[in-house]
């Protein structure tokens, strides 16, 4: 079946210093979404990408979907405290009626 | 709006009980699904329903099952609680395949 692998797959950063992570894909994805999930919570959908090369921003947060569709960033600028969660990458095919999630980011965020 | 409202919260179960873990949207979404997330680890799908009356297995469909009688209803039943089902569960609807999801915030069980 189709798989994510999302990179890397914890940060510990100092609170101010921006973040980058991505997924890549051995098969082709027309939509990409990023979630974020709070300790104890469920994932909450942070951005979502429909067309290849899109790049979108909402607040601090910046996602881009990877022209060759197979692959997602993700960036967080100017990281915050509560910036702290795991954030999942998920891509949907033609095929199929599910989502493919990634493995999850892990950040930590020293203030 | 509610969204999507998972019942209980947490639960101790031993082994070889059952229980069913609730799932209930209210935003006439067609599409419904049980994931699982053990410790440290991502999101593993149980078990979707496409419709009221239509449910598929998932990835890891072993040990649980589901009906879906209504839309908004979509419940997880575990029949013989093993150990290795210790896990948050996470229930989560969309309108359509492709949108994104909404996740209810799970249900963390115990099986001792």
């Known amino acids: 079946g189709q798989q994510l692998n999302q990179s890397p797959q914890s940060m510990f950063i100092q609170e101010g210093e921006d973040v980058s992570m991505n997924c890549t894909s051995s098969?082709?994805?027309?939509?990409w979404l990023w979630y974020k999930q709070d300790p104890g919570e469920g994932p909450v959908l942070l951005i979502a990408l429909y067309k290849a090369g899109e790049l979108t921003s909402n607040g601090r947060l910046t996602a881009q979907f990877g022209i060759t569709r197979k692959d997602s960033f993700l960036n967080i600028s100017a990281s915050i405290p509560s910036d702290v969660g795991i954030y999942f990458c998920?891509?949907?095919?033609?095929?199929?009626?599910?989502?493919?999630f990634g493995g999850g980011t892990r950040l930590m965020v020293k203030p | 709006n509610a969204g999507v409202t998972q019942t209980p919260k947490f639960r101790i179960l031993k082994i070889g009980q059952s229980m069913t873990l609730q799932c209930a949207q209210d935003m006439n979404h067609n599409y419904m699904y049980w994931y699982r997330q053990d410790p440290g680890m991502g999101l593993k799908l149980i078990y979707y329903s496409v419709g009221a009356g239509i449910t598929d297995k998932g990835e890891v469909p072993n040990g649980y099952n589901v009906s879906r009688s209504t839309t908004e209803d979509f419940p997880l039943r575990l029949e013989l609680a093993a150990p290795s089902q210790t896990s948050v569960y996470f229930c989560a609807s969309s309108y359509a395949r492709g949108l994104g999801y909404t996740f209810g915030s799970g249900t963390r069980l115990t099986v001792v």
């Open positions: 998920a891509g949907h095919a033609n095929a199929g009626n599910m989502l493919t």
């Open positions: 098969s082709i994805f027309n939509t």
